[in-house]
């Protein structure tokens, strides 16, 4: 067993642990193994006897940071994350987590934090998908309509999806192979040809 760093296991629950961010995935995928690749959380699970898929457990998280370089008890921030729900830390310049009295949404791109005392530091702007679900621009559909044993799907995700597939009928069905040829694209190959569905996340 390698060990890097603490590993502490008090009343048999694993503390202070952390994934090593990695660029790609492991070439010989394992049931039940969990990495951290890209800024997203995946676990390999067993699709279909045998079959491993990576399923992302968590997305990835938008962030933007604030530098408040002026002491002042009210920042205003512009972070244009696009969202009226982002989640909000202050930190001041001894690296101290500071607890707002009021955060103000202006609109989607901006907004204001009442601080108690006038501080210099930076805040930590953060805005993730809420339901947990996978969404746009972290999940793709491609239809193929026309019959073909081969589908070549552009997705632009950028990264290496998990793919499942679908008959117009609803049933699910594993390609032969599935080639990521590149973080934004995907061939899978079948033994005969179909029409469906494929579902990149």
Request: aromatic content about 10%; hydrophobic content about 40%; overall charge neutral.
């Amino acid at each position: 067993m390698e060990i890097f760093g603490n590993l502490d296991f008090t009343n048999n629950f694993a503390q202070r642990m952390a994934f090593e961010m990695e660029t790609s995935f492991p070439t010989t995928p394992v049931i039940g193994r969990i990495c951290f690749v890209r800024k997203r959380l995946y676990i390999c699970v067993e699709i279909v006897s045998g079959s491993p898929a990576w399923i992302p457990l968590t997305n990835e998280i938008n962030t933007y940071l604030h530098n408040q370089t002026t002491a002042s008890a009210t920042w205003s921030i512009a972070h244009n994350l696009n969202t009226t729900t982002p989640l909000v830390q202050i930190y001041d310049t001894n690296q101290n987590m500071v607890t707002p009295s009021e955060v103000t949404i202006v609109d989607n791109n901006n907004i204001t934090v009442t601080i108690g005392t006038s501080i210099v530091g930076r805040a930590v702007v953060m805005f993730g998908n809420i339901s947990g679900l996978q969404t746009s621009p972290y999940a793709y559909t491609h239809t193929q309509t026309s019959l073909s044993a081969t589908w070549v799907i552009p997705h632009n995700l950028g990264y290496y999806p998990v793919v499942r597939v679908f008959l117009n009928t609803g049933a699910e069905i594993q390609p032969l192979t599935t080639v990521h040829n590149s973080l934004f694209q995907v061939t899978i190959t079948f033994s005969m040809p179909y029409v469906g569905t494929a579902r990149l996340v």
